[in-house]
């Protein structure tokens, strides 16, 4: 009886599972078995058997093999079913029922059906579910968990309607057709029956039907002319909606820019038409992929686009599709007109996400170029440490034509370059704290990715020159070493734990630019439509109602103001005081700061830097900020600057600042939780050590847990600022802060 329960615990977790991963907006059942759209159901079959022999978790002891067996699974049950596959390629979603509404029943819908059939009564009184598509049926569950999230990768149109509703029945026929034409171009559809939604109308803000909404990017804008409901004003109407930097205007000025701008890690997709604006399936694909590559239309029509059509040699009737990489001279790929489907263009665009070499900027790029692959199927990602400087351009350019000479299968060994400086923390984890770019040359590392925190890895053994004339000498090396990894002639002997990378395409100016537009927009999409008219007719009713209310209060306040303005004052210095307090804020010291702070300093400024590790980093600042904002406000005539310093990228510093002659073998460990108060300009530095760690398992000497209030006494210690109390120790010349640097 136990086992029976065990087996049916475990069937039913696995499909619970499958479904979960099916139901995924990212998940693509395409680049799961590793084939493309057009492959056959024999190929797909194929790759279905070789992937799930190599990632059975019966024979796969890899972290994460059952949950990549899951994935493998649910990816062949979508494409070995030709419905389902049909309508993941149309419509993006993996299984048939996902969106079948449960629970929601019309009301007397036998006797509706069997009384009004009888009598020959064509009212057409059905659930007005826009054709009853079960695909397209929207509740709240199914508009929180996919469609807002998957409104920041392509627009959907939302169409409420209702039971016994006249208009819709009227309307209906008409976005049918809609439907008909624009779904193929990758818009997403839902239908809403508002009797059986009460809560999503509430969030759609819909207070009569029928209706028709855009969603775009998690906001939503209302098509205000039902009357003129054809694909022609949808598409316009969607078309912008679009942010206006999705796709750029080029021509003959400007292409080269564009196209030369491949340095910010992104191939560039160029769309040729007679139209004079981007199609909508253009600027779909544009919005799902923009992460990944840029995209810039030309006007075919425009008479500054004639040097663009002669060297590309451009048929000016139809459109045509390129795609360049780091050669502007010479497109990576061509799609013609006759190819111009919704799939092809899509696919197109997806099988060039990545330059020749690209740049390893973000965790998701490494996921995707050096992904975890097990012993009997290894892959290896070779990756170039250089600098982010022109310097090494000729080194990174020299790899490139590298791997253009070979053709290396992608399922095998993927190229990749890194900034030393922007993604400190992996390059420390080869290098183990070595500075590797201080020499003549430059170093590559061949890495096998075992596990996702987990890398095997070596280095090419005389480096990358990174100069034309040792150019030929160092592809030879590479090829054979390469080689030899392949065939498993040699063993990758090195492992390290990484942590993930950071991101270097965030940008949070640009985020809040992209909010405050889209908020204006939806502003202006508001009042410019039919709404005014409500809105002046709701405040107006809403201020006959509050005026006399608001007299009253407005009196019995005015009577007890005098009465508590002592009280109010005293909140007033309270909340003063928390202001202050809450405008300190630490920045973390990098070689910039610190050459202006300390190397240069002119000011007399004191630097209060606290060294943190990444196991105690979020309470020592907690702690750290308690202690030292009391004493900033007491001392406001000493400029003081908090600050912290990251020991995994810096320990060397802070050994060479102490003359520490054994190098920490922990990255510095130990010494978290030290404060050090520098006078950059008197050359000297203070130290503070603090009492409270705990343990927990490891060795003072691994650096110990902190626990709460650790940094207990270092105010009393600061206080000693002011009559210049505090132990001195002077330095002749400040050391360097480089990363990892001795």
């Given at each position: 009886?136990?086992?029976?329960?065990?087996?049916?615990?475990?069937?039913?977790?696995?499909?619970?599972?499958?479904?979960?991963?099916?139901?995924?907006?990212?998940?693509?059942?395409?680049?799961?078995?590793?084939?493309?759209?057009?492959?056959?159901?024999?190929?797909?079959?194929?790759?279905?058997?070789?992937?799930?022999?190599?990632?059975?978790?019966?024979?796969?002891?890899?972290?994460?093999?059952?949950?990549?067996?899951m994935?493998?699974?649910?990816?062949?049950?979508?494409?070995?079913?030709d419905?389902?596959?049909?309508?993941?390629?149309?419509?993006?979603?993996?299984?048939?029922?996902?969106?079948?509404?449960?629970?929601?029943?019309?009301?007397?819908?036998?006797?509706?059906?069997?009384?009004?059939n009888d009598?020959?009564?064509?009212?057409?009184?059905?659930?007005?579910?826009?054709?009853?598509?079960?695909?397209?049926?929207?509740?709240?569950?199914?508009?929180?968990?996919?469609?807002?999230?998957?409104?920041?990768?392509?627009?959907?149109l939302?169409?409420?309607?209702?039971?016994?509703?006249?208009t819709?029945?009227?309307?209906?026929?008409?976005?049918?057709?809609?439907?008909?034409?624009?779904?193929?171009?990758?818009?997403?559809?839902?239908?809403?029956?508002?009797?059986?939604?009460?809560?999503?109308?509430?969030?759609?803000?819909?207070?009569?039907v029928?209706?028709?909404?855009?969603?775009?990017?998690?906001?939503?804008?209302?098509?205000?002319?039902?009357?003129?409901?054809?694909?022609?004003?949808m598409?316009?109407?969607?078309?912008?909606?679009?942010?206006?930097?999705?796709?750029?205007?080029?021509?003959?000025?400007?292409?080269?820019?564009?196209?030369?701008?491949?340095?910010?890690?992104?191939?560039?997709?160029?769309?040729?038409?007679?139209?004079?604006?981007p199609?909508?399936?253009?600027?779909?694909?544009?919005?799902?992929?923009?992460?990944?590559?840029?995209?810039?239309?030309?006007?075919?029509?425009?008479?500054?686009?004639?040097?663009?059509?002669?060297?590309?040699?451009?048929?000016?009737?139809?459109?045509?599709?390129?795609?360049?990489?780091?050669?502007?001279?010479?497109?990576?790929?061509?799609?013609?007109?006759?190819?111009?489907?919704?799939?092809?263009?899509?696919?197109?665009?997806?099988?060039?996400?990545?330059?020749?070499?690209?740049?390893l900027?973000?965790?998701?790029?490494?996921?995707?170029?050096?992904?975890?692959?097990?012993?009997?199927?290894?892959?290896?990602?070779?990756?170039?440490?250089?600098?982010?400087?022109?310097?090494?351009?000729?080194?990174?350019?020299?790899?490139?034509?590298?791997?253009?000479?070979n053709?290396?299968?992608?399922?095998?060994?993927?190229?990749?370059?890194i900034?030393?400086?922007?993604?400190?923390?992996?390059?420390?984890?080869l290098?183990?704290?070595?500075?590797?770019?201080?020499?003549?040359?430059?170093?590559i590392?061949?890495?096998?990715?075992?596990?996702?925190?987990r890398i095997?890895?070596?280095?090419?053994?005389?480096?990358?020159?990174?100069?034309?004339?040792d150019?030929?000498?160092?592809?030879?090396?590479?090829?054979?070493?390469?080689?030899?990894?392949?065939?498993?002639?040699?063993?990758?002997?090195?492992?390290?734990?990484?942590q993930?990378?950071?991101?270097?395409?965030?940008?949070?100016?640009?985020?809040?630019?992209?909010?405050?537009?889209?908020?204006?927009?939806?502003?202006?999409?508001?009042?410019?439509?039919?709404?005014?008219?409500?809105?002046?007719?709701?405040?107006?009713?809403?201020?006959?109602?509050?005026?006399?209310?608001?007299?009253?209060?407005?009196?019995?306040?005015?009577?007890t103001k005098?009465r508590?303005?002592?009280?109010?004052?005293?909140?007033?210095?309270?909340?003063?005081?928390?202001?202050?307090?809450e405008?300190?804020?630490?920045?973390?010291?990098?070689?910039?700061?610190?050459?202006?702070?300390?190397m240069?300093?002119?000011t007399?400024?004191?630097?209060?830097?606290l060294?943190?590790?990444?196991?105690?980093?979020?309470?020592?600042?907690?702690?750290?900020?308690?202690?030292?904002?009391?004493?900033?406000?007491?001392?406001?005539r000493?400029?003081?600057?908090?600050?912290?310093?990251?020991?995994?990228?810096?320990?060397?510093?802070?050994?060479e600042?102490?003359?520490?002659?054994?190098?920490?073998?922990?990255?510095?460990?130990?010494?978290?939780?030290?404060?050090?108060?520098?006078?950059?300009?008197?050359?000297?530095?203070?130290?503070f050590t603090?009492?409270?760690?705990?343990?927990?398992?490891?060795g003072?000497?691994?650096?110990?847990?902190?626990?709460?209030?650790?940094?207990?006494?270092?105010?009393?210690?600061?206080?000693?600022?002011?009559?210049?109390?505090?132990?001195?120790?002077?330095?002749?010349?400040?050391?360097?802060?480089?990363?990892?640097?001795?």
């Open positions: 009886m136990v086992r029976r329960k065990s087996a049916f615990f475990l069937i039913f977790s696995a499909v619970v599972i499958e479904y979960c991963i099916a139901s995924s907006p990212d998940f693509n059942p395409y680049e799961e078995l590793g084939v493309s759209r057009t492959a056959t159901t024999k190929e797909i079959k194929t790759a279905y058997k070789q992937l799930a022999k190599e990632w059975h978790p019966d024979k796969n002891r890899d972290e994460g093999a059952a949950e990549k067996f994935k493998i699974q649910a990816a062949y049950e979508v494409l070995s079913d419905q389902r596959r049909q309508d993941y390629d149309n419509y993006g979603f993996t299984d048939q029922n996902e969106n079948r509404p449960q629970g929601h029943r019309q009301p007397f819908g036998g006797f509706h059906q069997s009384f009004f009598f020959n009564f064509n009212f057409n009184f059905k659930s007005n579910q826009a054709g009853s598509e079960a695909r397209h049926r929207l509740d709240i569950n199914r508009y929180h968990s996919q469609v807002l999230p998957n409104s920041h990768r392509k627009p959907y939302i169409f409420v309607t209702a039971d016994w509703c006249f819709c029945m009227q309307v209906e026929p008409r976005w049918l057709e809609v439907v008909k034409d624009l779904e193929p171009l990758g818009v997403g559809i839902s239908v809403v029956n508002s009797d059986y939604e009460r809560r999503l109308i509430g969030e759609l803000g819909i207070s009569r029928p209706a028709i909404l855009a969603l775009l990017k998690g906001r939503l804008y209302r098509f205000q002319n039902l009357n003129n409901i054809n694909a022609r004003s598409k316009t109407f969607l078309q912008n909606l679009f942010p206006s930097g999705l796709v750029t205007m080029i021509n003959d000025h400007n292409y080269e820019q564009f196209l030369n701008g491949w340095k910010d890690n992104k191939p560039r997709s160029l769309l040729f038409s007679k139209k004079s604006e199609s909508l399936l253009y600027l779909n694909v544009a919005l799902e992929n923009n992460v990944r590559v840029s995209f810039g239309f030309v006007s075919l029509s425009s008479p500054d686009t004639q040097k663009l059509r002669e060297k590309y040699d451009i048929n000016t009737y139809d459109p045509t599709l390129l795609i360049f990489r780091e050669d502007t001279e010479h497109y990576a790929y061509r799609l013609e007109a006759s190819g111009m489907q919704t799939g092809a263009v899509r696919d197109a665009v997806r099988g060039h996400y990545f330059l020749t070499l690209p740049r900027s973000s965790q998701a790029v490494f996921e995707q170029l050096c992904s975890i692959s097990s012993m009997t199927n290894k892959k290896f990602c070779v990756v170039l440490i250089t600098r982010d400087t022109s310097s090494h351009d000729e080194a990174r350019a020299i790899l490139r034509e590298f791997i253009e000479e053709s290396y299968s992608s399922n095998k060994v993927r190229f990749s370059y900034f030393e400086s922007t993604q400190s923390a992996f390059v420390n984890a290098t183990k704290g070595q500075n590797i770019l201080d020499g003549s040359k430059l170093q590392a061949v890495i096998w990715r075992k596990k996702s925190t095997a890895y070596d280095w090419l053994e005389d480096g990358w020159s990174g100069n034309w004339e150019a030929d000498t160092n592809k030879a090396l590479l090829k054979k070493y390469l080689d030899q990894v392949i065939k498993g002639k040699v063993l990758l002997p090195k492992e390290s734990d990484i993930d990378l950071n991101d270097e395409e965030y940008r949070i100016i640009t985020e809040i630019v992209n909010r405050i537009t889209g908020y204006f927009s939806t502003f202006m999409q508001y009042f410019t439509s039919a709404h005014w008219e409500e809105t002046i007719l709701f405040v107006a009713m809403l201020a006959i109602y509050l005026l006399p209310i608001l007299l009253i209060f407005g009196g019995a306040f005015s009577l005098e508590n303005a002592p009280e109010r004052a005293h909140r007033n210095i309270q909340r003063v005081r928390r202001d202050i307090q405008t300190i804020e630490l920045c973390e010291l990098k070689p910039s700061i610190y050459e202006e702070t300390v240069r300093d002119k007399n400024l004191f630097v209060l830097l060294l943190v590790d990444r196991r105690n980093k979020q309470r020592l600042f907690e702690s750290f900020l308690s202690e030292v904002m009391p004493v900033i406000q007491r001392f406001q000493i400029k003081i600057l908090p600050a912290y310093l990251n020991l995994e990228a810096y320990y060397h510093w802070y050994e600042l102490q003359v520490i002659e054994e190098t920490s073998t922990t990255f510095g460990r130990e010494y978290s939780g030290q404060v050090v108060l520098i006078n950059g300009y008197r050359k000297y530095y203070s130290l603090p009492q409270n760690v705990h343990t927990e398992g490891v003072q000497a691994n650096g110990g847990v902190f626990g709460q209030d650790c940094l207990t006494g270092l105010s009393t210690w600061l206080d000693r600022i002011s009559d210049g109390s505090l132990e001195r120790n002077n330095v002749e010349n400040w050391p360097e802060l480089n990363p990892g640097a001795n």
